[in-house]
């Protein structure tokens, strides 16, 4: 690569990874409103929820590498993190086009504090609480060449319910959130260097029941997201960075306030007047020890086999030629058009048996590439990637598990920093893929303190099927798995994917 391309490159990294800490807004609060003392009782609708997500949330391979996949961006798992990831060639990528498609499920089964917000509600009058969450991510993108788009999909529910001991009062709070990322990217220098933007579409779904009140309310806003990746060939590393920006959902003020009657007795449930999801960005570093290759220049079975698919396009050129002097010498010497027309059928069955065998070639060479990526390559790697995530701050934000407890609990007052380490390896060569990570879990409130999560995870090369012949005849298929633990929160993630 030239000098002049690598100073190209530099400098559009070197935008995006400054706009990823700075170029987002805002940068900080602006000073809050009078919502109440920390701890008393909410006496108003004028404050925010703070849609912030703590905990790594993604497929088996993003939760086992602790989140830090920036600098990875492969698949539809790495494109919620790094929306570069919608043009990015993986290795196993092998065709002019390409398609990938993925499921991404995790499910906390402990997470008695899951917001890390110390829980509110444990106070006087509480009886019990029960706290369920899920989520699910479909997604699917579409490659042609270096260009790539796709639809990346983020499913949060939220179920919390609340049983006061004084009387038979309960209170519920359901929250559905859907993040729709729409993606478009393309990779320049040859897939050196990838640049991926897209347009995030939130819709939240907020309801609050209890034995005498239901109220609830959906609302829907937009954002936008840019993303880089800076993988230089032959290297054995990798750069990465992203951001996106806030999104605020506005909500009408006569339905931000719930009449609650209890014992014949009748108070005011407030509800937030605005929902907040803050921007956020981040940066990261991979590097891969072993020889194993991270960075392979892009090539798909067409150039593979070049030489042989050249040589049976002249051969189609000819053949186009010979028909033309026969048809030309048939019609010279008289010939009838049932000669003419048997004529036109023996040469378009030649000419339809060479575009057979010109896509046999091609076949034959994507399945030749992937036997060398999967048995010539070098199995043992050592895979570290690194990432440091900023979030911004809210107005007057409160947690969703305060807004329950009615109680002023403020959330997001600052910028939250949340490192992550990651590594991944191949101990049992074309068997067991091992991952493990670590990452700080920021605090958004005053009162708790940050908590640090471990992370494991693991992919069993199963068995090879090409499902009814929709996948290529060797493809194989794996178990991935992954579990994050933390104080308060532990949550396991399963799958199916490609072993490569």
């Known amino acids: 690569m030239s000098s002049r391309h690598v100073s190209f490159a530099t400098t559009v990294l070197g935008w995006g990874l400054w706009g990823s800490l700075a170029a987002v807004y805002p940068l900080e609060a602006t000073t809050a409103q009078d919502i109440?003392?920390?701890?008393?009782?909410?006496?108003?609708?004028?404050?925010?929820?703070?849609?912030?997500?703590?905990?790594v949330i993604g497929t088996s391979r993003v939760v086992g590498l602790a989140g830090a996949v920036v600098a990875i961006a492969e698949g539809t798992e790495g494109g919620l993190q790094n929306p570069a990831a919608v043009a990015n060639r993986p290795q196993q990528s092998l065709e002019w086009w390409d398609y990938w498609w993925?499921?991404?499920?995790?499910?906390?089964?402990?997470?008695?504090?899951?917001?890390?917000?110390?829980?509110?509600?444990?106070s006087e009058g509480v009886e019990d609480r029960d706290i369920n969450f899920f989520f699910f991510n479909p997604a699917l993108y579409f490659q042609f060449n270096h260009l790539g788009l796709g639809i990346n999909i983020d499913l949060q529910h939220v179920d919390v319910r609340l049983q006061e001991d004084s009387s038979a009062q309960s209170l519920a709070l359901d929250l559905d959130v859907a993040t729709t990322h729409l993606q478009l990217g393309y990779g320049f220098l040859d897939g050196q260097l990838t640049i991926g933007v897209g347009a995030n579409v939130l819709a939240q779904n907020v309801r609050v029941a209890g034995d005498e009140i239901r109220q609830s309310y959906q609302e829907s806003g937009w954002g936008g997201e840019i993303g880089v990746l800076y993988r230089p060939e032959g290297r054995a590393w990798r750069l990465g960075a992203s951001a996106a920006t806030p999104i605020r959902l506005d909500v009408d003020a006569d339905r931000a306030i719930a009449r609650v009657v209890q014992n014949g007795v009748e108070s005011m449930l407030f509800l937030p007047q605005n929902i907040e999801s803050p921007w956020h960005g981040s940066v990261g570093f991979a590097y891969?020890?072993?020889?194993?290759?991270?960075?392979?220049?892009?090539?798909?079975?067409?150039?593979?086999?070049?030489?042989?698919?050249q040589e049976l396009h002249q051969d189609m050129a000819r053949l186009a030629e010979r028909y033309e002097r026969a048809r030309s010498e048939a019609r010279q010497r008289g010939a009838s058009r049932r000669e003419l027309r048997s004529l036109k059928r023996y040469y378009k069955a030649q000419r339809s048996a060479?575009?057979?065998q010109r896509k046999r070639e091609v076949k034959e060479a994507f399945y030749r590439l992937r036997r060398r990526m999967r048995h010539g390559w070098p199995r043992r790697y050592l895979l570290v990637s690194t990432e440091v995530m900023f979030t911004g701050a809210v107005n007057d934000g409160i947690g969703p598990q305060a807004l329950l407890a009615q109680q002023v609990q403020r959330s997001g007052e600052e910028i939250s920093i949340s490192p992550r380490l990651g590594i991944e390896g191949e101990p049992w060569t074309r068997r067991m893929k091992l991952r493990a990570g670590a990452y700080l879990e920021p605090s958004r409130y005053r009162t708790t303190n940050p908590r640090i999560h471990g992370t494991v995870g693991l992919d069993i090369r199963l068995f090879a099927w090409d499902v009814f012949h929709i996948w290529p005849r060797d493809h194989e298929w794996a178990?991935?798995?992954?579990?994050?633990?933390?104080?308060?929160y532990q949550a396991f993630s399963l799958g199916i994917t490609g072993w490569y």
Do not use: I
């Open 36 to 55: 109440g003392a920390e701890g008393e009782t909410l006496q108003t609708s004028n404050y925010s929820l703070d849609a912030f997500r703590g905990p």
């Open 102 to 122: 993925g499921l991404g499920f995790v499910y906390p089964f402990d997470s008695d504090d899951y917001f890390n917000s110390g829980n509110p509600f444990d």
């Open 288 to 309: 891969q020890f072993g020889r194993r290759p991270l960075n392979p220049s892009v090539t798909w079975g067409r150039k593979e086999a070049a030489e042989r698919y």
């Open 354 to 356: 060479l575009r057979k």
């Open 479 to 488: 178990l991935t798995a992954a579990f994050d633990g933390a104080r308060g």
